[in-house]
């Protein structure tokens, strides 16, 4: 089973799955999920959103604030780093009024001010652009599992399966039988309508789909149990349970079957001459 993540919070951006893979065939067992396309979206709308205090800051901010470049290889430099707008300020700047205010002379201490201001608006940019990047990187690969390796997958176990429905008689335990192998890698060990279990006990599992025979009335109830094949000792029951309206009703059971042992599995239905199960 996969391990849970530490904080379950974290990974909850699976939607709009792009590409997925798993390495499945060793442990730990990794499930990587790509969500690229809404986390890239998410951080374009991040870059792009502004406050009302960009807007007035590029409506109050001064002409000729901008250091001059000096030398051709900065300027080279510059044109290599994207510029990201700043609408905000692109707006403030082009607001009826901008330019009357932007004509405005400022003393020395007042465009030191600004220029404090302008240096710290960048480093929050780029504070921002990490912050929106490590977040990206997240959301792209936003889901992880990690399962550590079960030591009891070298254990015996089998998996068997019916094929259609046989009929179950009124008031009567019937011995239930299935057929189909799905795999098998003793010991447990099933054989039809029998199993048995190895030099270790074992958990054994067993489910019966209830329906009502077409030519009876529904059945009542239902019951199913696990019972060693000689002796009789019941090691897991159900029941009984109640049908619905139409006389259906599926039940799982599961219990522990001791080492050595033969065991069988039951059911017990009531209520009519005749129903099916499977």
């Known amino acids: ?66 250091p001059r470049r000096t030398g051709k290889r900065k300027g080279k430099w510059r044109r290599r780093i994207p510029r990201f707008p700043e609408l905000g300020e692109e707006i403030g700047k082009r607001l009826p009024g901008a330019d009357k205010i932007k004509g405005r002379k400022w003393g020395a201490g007042g465009k030191w001010l600004w220029r404090v201001d302008t240096i710290a608006q960048r480093a929050l940019f780029w504070w921002l652009v990490v912050d929106v990047t490590i977040d990206f990187a997240f959301n792209w690969t936003s889901l992880l599992y990690e399962t550590e390796w ?52 074992a958990t054994i599992t067993a489910a019966l789909d209830f329906k009502k025979h077409p030519a009876f009335p529904p059945p009542l109830t239902w019951q199913m149990r696990i019972v060693a094949s000689v002796g009789g000792v019941i090691y897991a029951e159900n029941g009984p349970e109640d049908a619905d309206g139409e006389g259906n009703l599926r039940m799982p059971l599961s219990g522990i079957v001791p080492a050595n042992t033969a065991f069988e599995v039951h059911a017990f239905m009531t209520g009519t001459p005749f129903a099916l199960y499977g």
């Not at 192998?181 to 279990?197: H, I, L, Q, S």
Request: glycine residues 10%; neutral net charge.
């Open 150 to 201: 079960c030591k009891q997958s070298s254990l015996g176990r089998f998996s068997y399966t019916s094929v259609g429905y046989d009929n179950i008689p009124n008031g009567q335990w019937k011995l239930v039988g299935y057929g189909t192998k799905d795999y098998e890698f003793p010991f447990p060990a099933w054989v039809v309508n029998r199993g048995a279990t190895g030099s270790n006990p």
């Open 1 to 66: 089973m996969p391990k849970p993540p530490v904080d379950p919070g974290y990974f909850d951006k699976v939607n709009y799955v792009i590409d997925a893979w798993t390495v499945a065939c060793d442990a730990p067992w990794y499930i990587y999920v790509e969500t690229m396309g809404p986390a890239a979206l998410e951080a374009f709308i991040t870059l792009l959103t502004f406050g009302w205090d960009d807007v007035a800051r590029g409506f109050w901010r001064p002409r000729g604030l901008n």
